[in-house]
């Protein structure tokens, strides 16, 4: 009897190595596909500057900027994490997105620390209706701010003002930090696709949101 379970154990062994082996060169696969997306989306402004692995699904990008308002800027890239089946599993049933981050020093440390956080809420008549259905009409309120501050700073409300004027960039977390680094954005993974039509301007909005934070220091 114990014949026949150790060599099950065995191949069990044997089919989560082969399974973890098969996805550490999809991810590495990705990876370079990733790469490209990013240096599209970084045209005029700057370049990949090397790959660091930080697990079998995230890695880390840094890249080298013309602007002067980046330091030490790097994108960190989250997969699905395929090598895990239970972690995949609970992440797809979490409606978790694979995501882009945005890290970066700036000239000076912002005087505060900020940190946003990008809610979507729908309201349905009936719990079974399907949002992404045809037939449904939006209406995009205007942006309501949430906070725990018995005071409202002026170089918050700069930021405020730069996030709010740069449109649609499906922002998931922008913060600011006054400790390296400084300056944080997560997106979905897909707002830097070929296809995505804010794919050019992405840069450009990040810049933006940074300088709301260096002006009002000056």
Known sequence: MLVPFALSLLAAAAACCLWYLYCVRHARNRAIQVLGWIEGTLDGHGHVAGLEWQSPSRFQVPIRLRSNIFHDASLVVQMFPREFPLRLLLSRLHKEQETVTFEADLDLAPVFSLDLHTYRMYARTRKDLDPEGSGWHYEQSTPFILTTRSDWRKEITAVI???????????LNVSFRRSSPHFRAVLPLEAITPGNPDRPQMFEALREL???SSASQV
């Open 161 to 171: 003002t730069s996030l709010v004027s740069s449109g649609d960039r499906k922002f």
């Open 210 to 212: 940074a300088a709301g």
